[in-house]
């Protein structure tokens, strides 16, 4: 099929009188958040609508799809149309590939790096008990939810570790602010909650059954008893 179109003619819009609907088509021919800045320079010089009328159209394009099974919403890097959570465990049967699973050990030093940023590996371990996979840093970086911003001044220049503005549009925040408050997560399901995210322990016994690689979580009373034993 076009992309624009099925080949019969089709009449040009009016940029000032059909905004709403070329912020639409955009977006979701872009498959990824765009920008403000990114929008506009989809208009000529002469028909660019100022910011604020461009952000009143996709305010209003979002009050719009209310009440449907796709939304449009503002994450870190733009505005984008995406799947209602209610119905993605529908939408994700479209595609074989399973999506990606995580275990407590990630998900806690995910969240302690979201909410102590600036954070070294030695502090996460700190506070955990029990030492940081370099899988789990690994696999953090490479999904790029976490970056180096820094060497903390001390003997040995450990890296400190924050989040990504990638981190904040995977889990659909448009800002750190739009987090939790860290008084109201009292464990790590309460954080799965807020996030949507799936419960790690049944996902890491879903892995074990697939024999697939898992990460375990070893409590905090057993690695004091045990020494600190490098999670996997």
Known sequence: MAPFGSGRREVRVNPSDQLEQIVEAALLAAGRPLSLDALLALFDELERPSRGRLRQALESL???YQGRGIEVVEVASGWRIQVRKACAPWVSRLWE???ARYSRALMETLALIA???PITRGEIEEIRGVSV???????LLEREWVRVVGHRDVPGKPALYATTRTFLDYFGLKSLDDLPPLAEIKDLDDLNAALS???PDQAADQEEEEQ???VTFEPQGAAQSQGRNEEA
């Open 97 to 99: 590939e399973k999506p």
């Open 212 to 214: 697939a690689v898992t």
């Open 133 to 139: 996979s370099s899988n789990i840093v690994r696999t």
């Open 115 to 117: 909410y102590r940023q």
């Open 62 to 64: 979002a009050d719009a």
């Open 197 to 199: 995210l799936p419960d």
